[in-house]
């Protein structure tokens, strides 16, 4: 087998958060951190000793948690509020809809443990519903990063952001396939790669996967491109067009069911602005289980492998239509 | 402003006139004329289906046009059907039960943070007080010992489908807050004396948070919305308007002459 995309370095997004806050923490005063006994797990124990007086624990109560950064906000703070992905969404999704969004105020939510990455804590903590959660909301801001490097980008960023804003990150250590000198600008996509035959549109620990899968497709004599989509809200969709105009066939990769999420987003997009054969690489319809984040992804069909068969599925199809 | 609307929570609002009266025109610092004026206190309305009461007391305290009231609940008016965060001087939108108190922590955690000296007042309903999230917050204000924080239950006894004790009963309530790390006060909620003087004894108490049970009477003044559940969440035809405003008017009289 071929060496992957990158074997450089590996680092989870969640550790990219940390680095984002501390960053955060020195360069402004008015940046708060709440934790729902989770401050190590999120990685938010790092700004908790560097600043404890801006860091709140507030137990295990995210609706309380979420209410109290509103508070904050209206009072001119940008609190950070940090859990696990299923706990911060799920349990707070009320109070984000009313209290956070509908007041359009500057929290920003961190799902440190997303996707079926999550691992042996199996189906309850494996959140796979969160973003078409989050990107149904008005007001909302969806980040999903791709690497550590972008996931403390994009924590720094998100402070920057008016209004609510959903950053989704991962427990497991994955590849870093960003540069600190590459570009990061919420609502821009990058454009990794270009390609005539088919696009793939990605998001989190699915990038690189697409990438991966882009060289195995360039050893099948076919050109695809890869788009990174940090932001899945407002998406890109100048971006978008203009790749898929290219190639005139998609494949969306996202570590989230396949009901709602990136695949959908994008869906919503070619549907209106180009039509064009479309294809998901995502969980399909079904809750995770126990188990190692690679033989998971394996089995709940979230590889380059995958991407690749659904690429190829999709090049059959328009071959055949001409 | 109801009977206009034709909708509309007519019960709570009734219940908490005089405690909006005693925080607008005796203790919230403030300035109609300047609603983000750094040093005002902020007060949250929890409960917030009983905006028409808050409306219309920032309405005569002059945040905002008195004629404005009549727009409630019309299509592209401010005055939408639950508190709402685009109205001069209200402070957040509001409307599903439960959230209030903890954002009110928040501004009360941001204000000891910077140094000022703001307090912070949030009114409860008793039927809210079912909700999880009203708890978690309790908690977090007697454990964070936030005592420039009041709150205030609006103890009227009836919730939108009975009466309290019927679906859970809240007692004993006092303790169940004493628990939490309150100091607990129970004031008449319709005397505005007594809850002036309760609202002085709050800023008194310092290490902890207070919390006034202010006890009441849903619908109060109108014979026949007076502790009625049917009430909760219901306007006044032009008819039933006509006989309420009567009996209020003549409620108002009595007790000028009175006094």
């Not at chain 1, 998901?280 to 590889?303: I, N, P």
Request: proline share 3%.
């Amino acid at each position: 087998m071929r060496p992957r995309v990158s074997e450089v370095k590996k680092a989870a997004t969640r550790d990219g958060l940390g680095q984002g806050l501390l960053e955060l923490g020195r360069s402004r005063q008015d940046v708060f951190v709440l934790a729902g006994d989770l401050a190590e797990s999120t990685r938010a124990h790092l700004f908790q000793r560097e600043f404890p007086e801006r860091f709140l624990n507030m137990g295990i109560a995210e609706q309380d948690m979420l209410g109290t950064a509103v508070g904050l906000s209206l009072a001119g703070k940008i609190p950070f509020v940090c859990s696990f992905t299923v706990f911060v969404c799920g349990r707070g999704y009320d109070q984000i809809r009313i209290s956070v969004c509908y007041n359009n105020q500057n929290v920003k939510i961190v799902g440190s443990h997303s996707g079926i990455t999550v691992g042996s804590d199996g189906a309850t903590a494996q959140a796979l519903e969160d973003i078409a959660m989050m990107r149904v909301l008005p007001n909302m801001t969806v980040l999903v990063p791709a690497d550590a490097i972008e996931a403390r980008k994009a924590t720094v960023a998100a402070a920057g952001v008016p209004g609510p804003v959903f950053l989704r990150l991962g427990r497991a250590a994955v590849p870093t396939i960003t540069a600190e000198d590459d570009p990061f600008e919420v609502g821009q996509a990058r454009v990794l790669r270009p390609g005539r035959d088919v696009t793939l549109v990605a998001c989190g620990i699915m990038v690189n996967e697409a990438l991966h899968a882009a060289q195995l497709l360039a050893d099948d004599g076919v050109d695809a491109g890869v788009i990174n989509v940090h932001t899945i809200k407002p998406l890109d969709v100048a971006t978008l067009v203009q790749e898929v105009q290219a190639t005139g066939a998609v494949v969306t990769a996202e570590e989230h069911q396949v009901h709602g999420g990136l695949g959908s987003a994008v869906a919503e997009v070619v549907t209106r602005h180009c039509p064009c054969y479309i294809d998901m690489v995502a969980v399909q319809g079904v809750f995770g289980e126990s188990g190692e984040a690679d033989e998971l992804r394996e089995k709940y069909g979230l590889t380059y492998q995958h991407i690749r068969e659904k690429a190829l599925g999709l090049l059959k199809k328009k071959s055949a239509r001409r | 402003m109801l009977e206009a609307a034709g909708a509309g929570h007519s019960g709570g609002s009734l219940s908490e006139v005089e405690l909006l009266i005693s925080l607008y025109y005796y203790k919230l610092r403030h300035d109609p004329q300047d609603p983000d004026w750094e040093g005002r206190d902020k007060f949250i309305l929890s409960k917030g289906h009983a905006c028409p009461g808050l409306y219309t007391v920032l309405a005569h305290r002059g945040f905002f046009p008195k004629e404005e009231l009549f727009t409630f609940r019309k299509l592209g008016s401010r005055l939408q059907g639950h508190a709402y965060l685009g109205v001069p001087g209200v402070e957040a939108s509001t409307g599903s039960l439960g959230q209030g108190l903890s954002i009110a922590n928040g501004l009360a955690l941001a204000a000891r943070a910077d140094g000022r000296d703001t307090r912070v007042y949030c009114l409860m309903g008793d039927g809210e007080l079912d909700e999880g999230q009203v708890w978690e917050a309790a908690m977090t204000t007697g454990f964070r010992r936030l005592d420039t924080l009041c709150g205030i239950v609006d103890r009227n006894h009836i919730q939108q489908d009975s009466f309290t004790e019927e679906i859970k009963d809240l007692e004993p309530l006092g303790q169940k807050w004493a628990a939490c790390g309150w100091h607990v006060i129970d004031v008449d909620g319709h005397d505005v004396a007594a809850l002036m003087e309760a609202l002085d004894a709050a800023e008194r108490v310092k290490g902890k948070p207070t919390m006034l049970i202010a006890h009441t009477i849903k619908g109060k003044g109108v014979s026949f919305m007076e502790n009625q559940a049917e009430w909760h969440g219901k306007a006044p035809n032009k008819q039933e308007l006509e006989q309420a405003l009567a009996e209020l008017d003549e409620a108002y009289r009595h007790e000028a002459q009175g006094v």
